[in-house]
C-alpha cells in the first residue's frame, strides 16, 4: 500500500504572516490525518521560517500520529530534533537563503557528518531517509552509510511536466533509481513540487512506497477545500 505524507509547513507560513496563532498548524496535522494522510511532515528549519520549536514538540506529541521530520545537518538541529523525538528523520540540504530545497544532499561533500547522524537516530529506533537526487551514484552511497529510506527529488520532473516539456528521460532516472534502491533493501519515497499529474505519473514505479506532498496540497486548498484535495491525492496513490 502507497502512503501518503502531507507537509504541513505552509500552514506556519500564513500562521506567522500575521504573526498571530491562525491557522494553527497543530490543528493542521490533526486535520489531515482524520481526512485521510499516513504521516505529517514538518521540516524545522534553521531560521525557523515557518514550522517553530513548539510546533514540532507539540505535532510530534501527538497520541497516534506519524510525523516525518525534515531537517538539516546543523548540529544544533540535530540536537533538537533528538529531544523532539519524531518517528521518523528526513535529512535534507540547506541554504539559508533558499525560497524551497534546491535538490538532494551531496553525499560525496557530507558522507561522514551524514552518516554520523544516521547512527545517532539508529540508535533512538528513529526510522531515517535522506533527501537525494535521482543518481544512481548516490543510491548505492545510501546503502553503504546503511539508511533506511531515500526520498528522491521529483522537482525537476514535476516542472517538465508542468511546463508541458519532455519529461521522459527524467522519469526513467528516477525509474532506475527507485529499482536499484529497492533491490538494495531501501525504502523508497518521493517529493518535492508534486501535483496531481506528476503524481499519477509517478504511481506506475510500483515500488515507490511514500508520496511526500506539501506546496501543492496547501495552495490547492484555498480553491477546493484541505479535506478535498487530501481525499483526491489518497486516491491517486492507490
Excluded: W
Excluded at 534553521?46 to 521530520?69: P, Y
Excluded at 561533500?109 to 533512538?124: A, D, H, V
Amino acid at each position: 500500500m502507497k502512503r501518503l505524507g502531507v507537509n504541513i509547513d505552509h500552514v506556519a507560513t500564513l500562521r506567522n504572516a500575521r504573526g498571530e496563532n491562525h491557522p494553527d498548524p497543530v490543528y493542521a496535522a490533526k486535520f489531515v490525518k482524520k481526512v485521510g494522510a499516513d504521516s505529517i511532515t514538518i521540516h524545522l528549519r534553521e531560521d525557523r521560517r515557518h514550522i517553530n520549536d513548539a510546533d514540532a514538540k507539540r505535532i510530534c506529541s501527538i497520541k497516534g500520529l506519524l510525523v516525518n521530520l525534515e531537517i538539516s545537518t546543523n548540529s544544533n538541529i540535530v540536537k533538537n530534533a533528538i529531544k523532539i523525538k519524531p518517528n521518523f528523520i528526513c535529512i535534507v540540504p540547506e541554504k539559508r537563503k533558499e525560497i524551497t530545497t534546491e535538490g538532494g544532499l551531496n553525499l560525496i561533500k557530507n558522507r561522514t557528518i551524514i552518516q554520523n547522524i544516521i547512527k545517532k537516530f539508529k540508535r533512538l529506533n528513529i526510522r531515517t531517509s535522506l533527501f537525494v537526487n535521482p543518481s544512481l551514484k548516490d543510491i548505492r552511497i545510501s546503502k553503504a552509510i546503511n539508511v533506511d529510506c531515500i526520498e528522491i527529488h521529483t522537482g525537476k520532473l514535476s516542472n517538465l511536466v508542468k511546463t508541458g516539456k519532455n519529461f521522459q528521460k527524467e522519469l526513467k532516472r528516477i525509474k532506475e533509481c527507485s529499482f536499484l534502491a529497492n533491490d538494495l533493501g531501501i525504502e523508497v519515497h518521493a517529493g518535492h513540487g508534486l501535483d496531481y499529474k506528476t503524481t499519477k505519473i509517478l504511481t506506475r514505479i510500483k515500488v515507490i512506497k511514500e508520496f511526500n506532498i506539501g506546496h501543492f496540497i496547501i495552495g490547492e486548498s484555498v480553491f477546493s477545500g484541505l479535506n478535498d484535495v487530501v481525499k483526491k491525492f489518497k486516491t491517486i496513490i492507490k
